[in-house]
């Protein structure tokens, strides 16, 4: 199958690049600046699971091919709307979009950017960074790529998937209802990134103390609330699992949005929160610290 990466940053840039390293025909669509790295030094992965340089197909957008059968998406937020109209003309009729971006407010805006068909559900598990030499840092035992159709049906086109990912040094898993595990992953994310980025902390220090334990608390149950006021398809028992877990995870934690705020980028506040609270507007659900969050992080956008 014919895969193409929409970028090439430290998720992208690591899945597509495990590909590649299999032998499986990928291209990464970049930006001009990442083309003429990626052209001097390769696409560099430097991981636990084992180092690699590679020399990847390189795609500007505007640049005339045809449609693939595999598109990887792995941008932040509020670059998918660039981005859906750099890779449009090289989705057809029968193209996969893999979206691996956290929430679900993406989802909606590829539905209405694509015929449904072409999209099914996507997420990821990998701690990942890029160095200032544009190499992809790879530093947790978890690199999981979980995917499948949304109707939850195994379908000759996710064989077909299953074979291409499979064989690879990261994980690729199919997933028998990738719907409810996207909602399961936005609710463990949107409570340690809502957490981390309100303290300015690590979720160790967070949980050793008696109300920071208490946010923690606090904010799983007002997200798992929302979602379950829109019908979300959680696991009854989710928000206790996802509760055992914020308190079992190493210390030294960080969610990726807090990293970003230390960095002095863009978040991703709507995505993760406004979304979140228009839900909670429109079924009357009370969400006190979510709209602490959330001020904190528009207050931090406003003031960036």
């Given at each position: ?191 340690l990134a809502g957490v ?59 969610s990726s949005m807090q ?46």
């Open positions: 199958m014919k895969i193409l990466v929409v970028g090439a940053g430290a998720v992208g840039g690591y899945f597509g690049g495990r590909l590649l390293e299999k032998g499986e025909d990928v291209t990464f669509l970049v930006r001009e600046k990442r083309k003429n790295q990626l052209e001097e030094t390769g696409l560099v992965i430097k991981s636990d699971h084992g180092d690699a340089t590679l020399k990847p197909k390189l795609l500007v957008s505007g640049e005339k091919v045809e449609a693939y059968d595999v598109i990887l998406l792995s941008m932040k937020a509020y670059h998918l709307d660039a981005a859906v109209e750099d890779f449009r003309s090289y989705v057809g009729e029968n193209t996969i979009i893999v979206p691996l971006l956290n929430g679900m407010a993406h989802m909606e805006k590829l539905h209405a950017a694509f015929h449904e068909s072409n999209v099914i559900g996507g997420l990821c598990f990998v701690e990942s960074t890029l160095d200032e030499q544009g190499a992809i840092i790879q530093t947790s035992p978890i690199h999981d790529l979980v995917f499948g159709e949304l109707s939850a049906r195994k379908t000759e086109r996710m064989e077909k998937l299953v074979h291409t990912f499979s064989g690879t040094k990261a994980n690729f898993v199919l997933s028998e209802d990738i719907g409810q595990a996207m909602w399961h992953k936005y609710l463990f994310i949107a409570t981390t980025t309100l303290f300015r902390s690590p979720i160790g220090p967070i949980r050793e103390d008696e109300f920071g334990s208490a946010t923690i608390k606090q904010t799983l149950e007002e997200v798992a609330g929302i979602m379950k006021s829109a019908e979300a398809p959680l696991a009854e028992n989710i928000a206790d699992v996802n509760l055992e877990k914020l308190h079992s995870i190493g210390a030294g934690m960080k990293r970003d705020m230390e960095k002095g980028v863009s978040v991703e506040a709507e995505h993760f929160y406004g979304y979140l609270l228009e839900i909670a507007k429109e079924r009357g659900v009370s969400a006190p610290t979510l709209e602490k969050i959330y001020a904190n992080l528009r207050i931090y956008e406003g003031q960036r």
